[in-house]
T-cell receptor, first 112, second 109 residues
């Protein structure tokens, strides 16, 4: 157990739908990062939050959005889903300087 | 721009030694990370180098040369369970990790 909790582990949904993925960071970590990993592809950085504020943005589609709540958990919202959005979505957390950068076990999203 | 380069795939034999190279270009530098990722699983931390030289941790060692923008991960006494992707990532001046595409390591008996 890495200490980073992601739910759900698996999600199957239809095209056009909207889903929410949840991440609870390790105790004490203020930064949360979201990544997308399609089959046999590298990690694609989506977005980072630090203590409730957006810190950095990667290749995140406009159909996707995220937020970090006062209790530091984060949610990634994916809307108008397409078949190509099927992927593993990872959350990671760290301290301010990236110390202890640790991944959750991921959510496998399948869009049918 | 920022960039991390590493080979796409490597093959090695069980019991042997393999070296996975990584070259990096980042805006500022706050260290070089190596992660292991088995298929369908989360990346797990292997090593962190911020100073030049070799860091040894059991069967795995990692080397860094800041002047050359170069690192390698050395895996000794390879086991079948070492078959995985190995991700190199450089941390820039904003403490953001810049990821390579990963090296898929195939271990043959």
């Amino acid at each position: 157990d890495s200490g980073v909790t992601q739910t759900p582990k698996h999600l199957i949904t239809a095209t056009g739908q909207r889903v929410t993925l949840r991440c609870s960071p390790r105790s004490g970590d203020l930064s949360v990062y979201w990544y997308q990993q399609s089959l046999d592809q590298g990690l694609q950085f989506l977005i980072q939050y630090y203590n409730g504020e957006e810190r950095a943005k990667g290749n995140i589609l406009e159909r996707f959005s995220a937020q970090q709540f006062p209790d530091l958990h984060s949610e990634l919202n994916l809307s108008s889903l397409e078949l190509g959005d099927s992927a593993l979505y990872f959350c990671a957390s760290s301290g301010r300087t990236g110390y202890g950068y640790t991944f959750g076990s991921g959510t496998r999203l399948t869009v049918v | 721009g920022q960039n991390i380069d590493q080979p796409t795939e490597m093959t090695a034999t069980e019991g042997a030694i393999v070296q996975i190279n990584c070259t990096y270009q980042t805006s500022g530098f706050n260290g070089l990370f190596w992660y292991q990722q088995h298929a369908g699983e989360a990346p797990t931390f292997l090593s962190y180098n911020v100073l030049d030289g070799l860091e040894e941790k059991g069967r795995f060692s990692s080397f860094l040369s800041r002047s050359k923008g170069y690192s390698y991960l050395l895996l000794k006494e390879l086991q079948m369970k070492d078959s995985a992707s190995y991700l190199c990532a450089g941390m820039d001046s904003n403490y953001q990790l810049i990821w390579g595409a990963g090296t898929k390591l195939i271990i043959k008996p």
